[in-house]
């Protein structure tokens, strides 16, 4: 059992375990996560925590009689602030709903509190999810508990960062090009992106709808599959939410990986790779062929398109959502319009950040008259050869293990001035949610006193076995059970 200093677990499986035997109550439980977010403040994962709240969801989930208690009754989850949560701040990170209140709660948000969960507050973000490395947040950078000058990854910045901090167990965040796995990888924790459609999006602010999905943040796969659990399944609010059966993940985890093919693929394995991350595939891909899994080379030639195909679609599919917050419905509102054209043009400009801001300049430019086919269209065409590559790979492996970032996480400040550059940190993460695909990140290795993590991608609604192979790999490596200021 993962032990923090002061006795409670540090993992959802094994808090449930101890909250059902009575070594402490949840009342107990969240007030230590309470203190933790208090004494870590430093890191500004959390935008607000309601206390209050939090402790009374505690007290209730402890008088719940055993017979009515969700799985997740009394355990302490920590929230992204780009879900709508009733009568609490949701902000998406922005200026522009920095004091916006949701009058209702987004569906993985019902489904976690109708499990028993108690949900201590919103996490800090990239701006409206623009981000690689949690600095683009109107409310201040997070940085990373392993190493606090450098970053935790974006654009669920604060939520790596509460997880990895001990300041909760585990935490909720989404992933549009990357941002649930490149901070798992960055603080040292196992992330899951599920397939586009497995988990409703309803409720969930919206950056880029075809792209956007949620997932959750842990140490280890066992907390990963408690969670999709609860969170999964159709939602008829939710147009793009696919009804297709959801197993037990948590039941399955312990199946054999033994005769499991996983596919290699060299297109993800080139220049673009540090030597310490190549070195930690190749000894990731080593434990799973002791553990009886085969490797098999696969082809994804235009994996690597992905990056300026999602620089594309990703600014357009934002540049139409965006153009709801216009100072008029809901959100900033500048002072003293002069005008409506005055209204609009203030009101944006003052609400928005500069990443916003380029990202939907950059996607109204692509969707113009003339640039439409030369751009938006051609990106399409991107999408649509990445996902036949990754269907034709399935046909022959069950999984594909990659690198979840080209390096470990870089010093706060090193990329701002080169968006390039931080573009690019989602080369190998970006293509699993362009097919639609789901895929895992987990901690396989240190550089230095900053983890590093690899990733494992699957068929459409494959996440039991990538879950599955993470508990496997788990099993027989320690790299999930390190923590921060932990001597190596």
């Known amino acids: 059992m993962n032990m923090p200093r002061n006795g409670f677990p540090d993992t959802l499986v094994t808090a449930a375990r101890a909250l059902a035997s009575g070594d402490f109550s949840s009342h107990e439980l969240v007030s230590d996560c309470l203190a933790r977010i208090e004494a870590g403040r430093h890191l500004n994962a959390f935008v607000s925590v309601d206390a209050e709240r939090a402790l009374a969801a505690a007290s209730a989930a402890d008088r719940r009689p055993a017979d009515e ?17 009733t009568g609490v701040r949701t902000t998406a990170g922005s200026r522009m ?68 901090a001990g300041m909760v167990p585990a935490a909720l965040g989404t992933d549009t090009g990357g941002s649930i796995r490149q901070p798992a990888a960055f603080c040292g924790l196992t992330g899951l992106k599920p397939t586009y459609g497995r988990v409703s999006r309803w409720g969930m602010i919206a950056f880029a709808s075809s792209l956007d999905q949620a997932g959750p943040m842990a140490w280890d796969a066992d907390d990963l599959a408690l969670l999709l659990n609860v969170m999964a399944g159709v939602d008829r609010r939710d147009s793009t939410s696919v009804d297709e059966v959801v197993p037990d993940y948590t039941a399955g985890l312990t199946t054999s990986i033994r005769g499991l093919r996983i596919g290699l693929p060299d297109d993800l394995l080139g220049d673009d790779v540090g030597a310490e991350v190549r070195a930690t595939v190749e000894a990731t891909r080593r434990v799973f062929e002791g553990l009886g899994a085969t490797i098999v080379p696969v082809a994804l030639p235009t994996a690597l398109a992905g990056v300026p195909a999602y620089y594309v679609l990703a600014p357009a599919e934002a540049s139409a959502n965006l153009a709801r917050f216009d100072g008029v419905r809901f959100g900033h509102r500048c002072a003293d319009p002069k005008s409506l054209e005055d209204l609009y043009l203030r009101s944006r400009s003052e609400g928005f950040g500069a990443e916003v801001k380029r990202r939907i300049l950059t996607g109204t430019y692509a969707l113009s008259v003339g640039y439409y086919d030369a751009y938006y269209l051609q990106a399409q065409k991107i999408r649509r050869l990445i996902r036949d590559e990754f269907l034709a790979a399935f046909t022959q492996v069950d999984a594909i293990l990659a690198p ?43 550089s230095g006193d900053l983890p590093l993590g690899v990733q494992l991608l699957g068929p459409h609604f494959g996440e039991g076995t990538l879950l599955t192979l993470a508990h496997a790999f788990q099993q027989e490596t320690d790299h999930h059970l390190r923590r921060p200021g932990a001597a190596a």
Not at 69 to 85: M, S
Not at 136 to 160: C, E, K, L, Q
Request: net charge negative; glycine share 10%.
């Open 69 to 85: 208690r969700g799985p997740l009754n009394g355990l302490p989850i920590a929230i992204k602030d780009i879900f709508c949560q």
């Open 97 to 164: 709903l920095e004091n916006w209140r949701a009058p209702y709660d987004a569906t993985v948000i019902e489904r976690l509190t109708a499990a028993g969960a108690v949900l201590l507050g919103k996490t800090n973000m990239d701006e409206f999810a623009m981000g690689s490395s949690g600095e683009n947040s109107y409310f201040g950078a997070t940085r990373n508990p392993w190493n606090d000058r450098h970053v935790p990854g974006g654009s669920s910045s604060g939520s790596a960062a509460a997880v990895a």
């Open 404 to 446: 979840t970032t080209p390096s470990p996480a870089f010093a706060l400040g090193e990329k701002t001035d080169d968006p390039v550059s931080m573009y690019l940190q989602d080369v190998f993460t970006i293509p699993a949610n362009l097919a639609g695909i789901p895929g895992l990140s987990m901690p396989a290795g240190m």
